[in-house]
């Protein structure tokens, strides 16, 4: 199947936007290249044409030689795992390991303030899809301090309480290393957790207030993403 778009390529990105009940299916086929030009904010494709405007989620489908591709990053990334785990065991972090379309991985906690410590990747989506893993692939590592959206649960009601002051939702990010090679990380990811941890500790409400920064896009500087 070639791509829909330049008609020269195999088509090896497949999206189908998918209503509920499934009465409508409007699948999209692309190479690599287009697939990244036809996207926009999101891994998914534009949901503007002719799906109705809320509650609907197109749904993405990568061919089997992308998936394998993303699957050899998964499964580097994952030896590196155990280094996670051992700091949320320590710290009281939750680990997320964030086995999606763009692997990464996440420690979360959640208290008077949000704290996040997030490893993505510094190469751009069609990279990922065309090499699949490689040494020298970059990686960065970022320590993100917010404040909650949601407080404690009240014993008298059943359901959380919005903070006013996280609707703002200003963030305060450090950046711990920037385009380091996946070959290295081994040799400093311990280290580096612990420093982003000891800088979180030390933030406080009036940090994030007074220095921290409003989002930039969907998800702002502490984006999960490259899109």
């Not at 999209?28 to 503007?48: G, K, Y």
Request: hydrophobic share 40%; net charge neutral.
């Amino acid at each position: 199947m070639l791509c829909e778009t330049c008609h020269s390529k195999e088509a090896t990105v497949h999206i189908a936007s998918v209503i509920y009940p499934a009465a409508n299916v409007d699948a999209r086929h692309f190479c690599e290249p287009c697939a990244q030009v036809a996207q926009t904010a999101n891994p998914v494709l534009s949901a503007a044409r002719t799906l109705a405007p809320v509650h609907v989620k197109p749904v993405m489908g990568i061919a089997t030689p992308a998936r394998v591709k993303i699957g050899s990053i998964e499964n580097k990334l994952a030896e590196l795992d155990p280094m996670w785990e051992a700091f949320c065991a320590q710290h009281e972090y939750r680990f997320m390991p964030g086995r999606e379309l763009w692997p990464h991985r996440m420690a979360w906690k959640h208290g008077e303030l949000d704290h996040r410590l997030v490893l993505t990747m510094d190469a751009p989506f069609p990279e990922l899809l065309e090499r699949g893993f490689y040494p020298a692939m970059p990686w960065s590592l970022c320590a993100i301090s917010s404040l909650p959206f949601w407080t404690r649960t009240s014993r008298r009601k059943a359901q959380p309480q919005i903070d006013p002051a996280g609707l703002t939702r200003r963030i305060l990010t450090f950046e711990l290393f920037r385009r380091l090679p996946f070959s290295e990380l081994r040799d400093v990811l311990e280290k580096q957790l612990e420093r982003g941890f000891s800088m979180l500790s030390e933030v406080t409400r009036e940090d994030i207030l007074q220095k921290g920064e409003e989002p930039q896009g969907k998800q702002g500087p502490h984006r999960i993403y490259p899109w």
